[in-house]
């Protein structure tokens, strides 16, 4: 990666600068006295300097043990007994003030490094940083960076209950990043294709997305990244609303991997269904007892995506078949070992090991070209989901299992069926990797 000076983007005239600048202030001061956010379109020199602040200190990783341990407010030298840390109202106890507060104040500091971070590499990755759609990205990442840290000190409950606001709107207004994103990639792809851009560096490979290596360590680091803010904000507004039995915010203490992989199923079941108008059976066997703490709502989205693949391939390869052949979960654990590991199986006709690569790269799929056209168009923003379309099923699931501190695997034998092999952190112990 070239040397280059941090935040590029700062091209304003004299005039543009000086009312951006005031603009800046005036807002600073709006932002003072309202809880509305302040909205930049331009990045003023002032909030360049700013996010070169942040870019200096250093982020803090958390682990699930963490996120459960202050949910229940061990760090605050007060340890709540487990059957106490669920009663309250209703038989349940809502996480308190004191937890609270210092969640939130932990937040305020912590997640604009992490966004500062991210605006610089926005900023530096060769290509990708010229397209439209990352630009946006970079804009919207740039508008939280600022109302984050235009927030004053939190210290009394009203504070931190506007804080809360705050960050419930910042998390809906980042829900699109990762379409955005995806669309920034196939941007690149066309500008690419059509010679706008002359070949990848560092590649041997020529024009291909698929060996762009440096634009797929890009969008895998901010991918984890984010990843982990959202697991971070997540975590903290999970802890304010109404608890459920056996949650720690969003950690079920005793996650089922059967229960999520039942549910998952049919979910890919009604979607295969949809699609291909028949579905293979999906039988679940193993551990089926077995719990652990997770967040259920990240296995179920990593199981979804894994099932639609295994149900897919098994749809299309046996197309003439009367009986499609059975999907088959396996849930392994024994009291010792480090991880559960979730084996999917199917005999979908595999993979060519010359395509093995590519199935981790933003890009790649088999599916109906239709479909990408559609969605880098915006043409088709359909309320169902396809059952493939956009290739980013595989890489964006390991990253979330890298980001819990396990991992996944593909391992194929072409002409028969595909393994899936799902690693997941027993203890939860590990903490998250953060992309500097
Ligand atoms: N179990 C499988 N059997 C055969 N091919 C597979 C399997 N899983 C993945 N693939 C191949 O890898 C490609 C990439 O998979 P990935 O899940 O990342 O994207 P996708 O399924 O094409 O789209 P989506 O983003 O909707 O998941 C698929 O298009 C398919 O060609
Ligand atoms: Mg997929």
Redesign the pocket.
């Known amino acids: 990666m070239k040397n280059t000076p941090i935040i590029r983007f700062v091209t304003l005239s004299k005039k543009h600068t000086a009312s951006t600048t005031r603009r800046y202030q005036s807002t600073l001061q709006a932002a003072a006295t309202s809880s509305e956010a302040p909205c930049y379109d331009v990045i003023s020199p002032a909030v360049t300097s700013r996010i070169e602040e942040y870019t200096q200190r250093e982020q803090t990783s958390a682990s699930l043990q963490t996120l459960m341990k202050t949910g229940r407010g061990e760090y605050l030298g007060k340890a709540y007994p487990q059957s106490q840390a669920f009663m309250g109202r209703m038989g349940q106890r809502l996480a308190t003030q004191r937890i609270l507060l210092q969640d939130a104040a932990f937040l305020r500091e912590e997640i604009p490094i992490r966004l500062a971070h991210r605006i610089l590499d926005l900023d530096r990755v060769p290509m990708m940083r010229d397209m439209p759609s990352v630009i946006a990205v970079k804009n919207v990442y740039a508008n939280s960076f600022m109302e984050m840290t235009n927030f004053p000190k939190i210290q009394s409950i009203y504070e931190e209950e506007a804080f809360a606001a705050m960050l419930e709107s910042l998390y809906s207004k980042h829900a699109n990043v990762l379409v955005q994103m995806a669309r920034g990639a196939y941007e690149l792809r066309d500008a690419v294709r059509q010679g706008h851009i002359q070949g990848s560096e560092g590649s041997d490979h020529g024009l291909e997305f698929e060996h762009m290596d440096q634009c797929h360590k890009f969008l895998d680091r901010f991918y984890l990244s984010r990843i982990g803010i959202r697991v971070l904000v997540g975590q903290y507004l999970a802890l304010r609303s109404e608890p459920v039995d056996g949650f720690v915010g969003m950690i079920n203490i005793h996650t089922s991997p059967s229960d999520v992989v039942r549910q998952a199923a049919n979910d890919a079941v009604l979607m295969c269904n949809r699609s291909y108008g028949r579905a293979p059976h999906v039988e679940i066997i193993g551990r089926l007892d077995l719990t652990f703490p997770y967040i259920p709502a990240y296995l179920r989205y990593v199981l979804l995506?894994l099932l639609?693949?295994?149900l897919?391939?098994t749809a299309e390869t046996h197309a003439d078949v009367h009986t499609l052949p059975t999907v088959t979960v396996i849930i392994a654990d024994g009291t010792e070992n480090e991880d559960v590991v979730i084996k999917i199986s199917?005999e979908?006709?595999?993979?060519a090991r010359s395509?093995i690569d590519k199935?981790w790269s933003y890009l790649?799929?088999?599916?109906d070209p239709k479909i990408q056209e559609a969605f880098i168009g915006e043409k088709d923003h359909s309320n169902q989901s396809?059952?493939?379309?956009?290739?980013?099923?595989?890489?964006i699931s390991r990253s979330y299992c890298r980001y819990f501190g396990g991992d996944l695997h593909?391992v194929?034998m072409e002409g028969y069926?595909?393994d899936?092999f799902l690693y997941l952190k027993r203890l939860g112990d590990i903490v998250e990797p953060i992309p500097v």
């Open positions: 995506e639609k693949n295994a897919r391939a199917d979908g006709g595999g993979i395509q199935i790649f799929t088999t599916a396809p059952i493939a379309g956009f290739g980013y099923g595989l890489p593909v194929s069926g595909t899936a």
